[in-house]
Nanobody, 122 residues
């Protein structure tokens, strides 16, 4: 599976962005998908995950109530709607795929996209 993330950009605090991750290759609908992020000088951290069918979803506490993950298996895409953005959300956001997920653990994900930069100004 190859993943291509897009939708990042510069937004003011309180604003919104919608990230998308397009998958190519076979059997996207069988993979759990996730978003992770990495801020400058920090380790990559879990943001959200969604199971292959969309029936199981998890969020990091830091984004719960503000971010929404969704997927469209007909279009091989997973999205992350980010509302009420804060400066601390500034990071490179990565999408990832796991055959056996969903999981909050970075090491469980086999396939990774290239990342998209999100910058939130105060």
């Amino acid at each position: 599976v190859q993943l291509q993330a897009s939708g990042g950009g510069l937004v003011q605090a309180g604003g919104s962005l919608r990230l998308s991750c397009a998958a190519s290759g076979r059997a996207f609908s069988t993979y759990a998908m996730a978003w992770f992020r990495q801020a400058p000088g920090k380790r990559r951290e879990f943001v959200s995950t969604i199971s292959s069918t969309g029936g199981t979803i998890e969020y990091a506490d830091s984004v719960k109530g503000r971010f929404t993950i969704s997927r469209d298996n007909a279009k091989d895409t997973v999205n992350l709607q980010m509302n009420s953005l804060k400066p601390e959300d500034t990071a490179v956001y990565y999408c990832a795929a796991d055959k056996y997920g969903p999981s909050v653990e970075e090491w469980e994900y086999t396939f990774w996209g290239q990342g998209t930069q999100v910058t939130v100004s105060s």
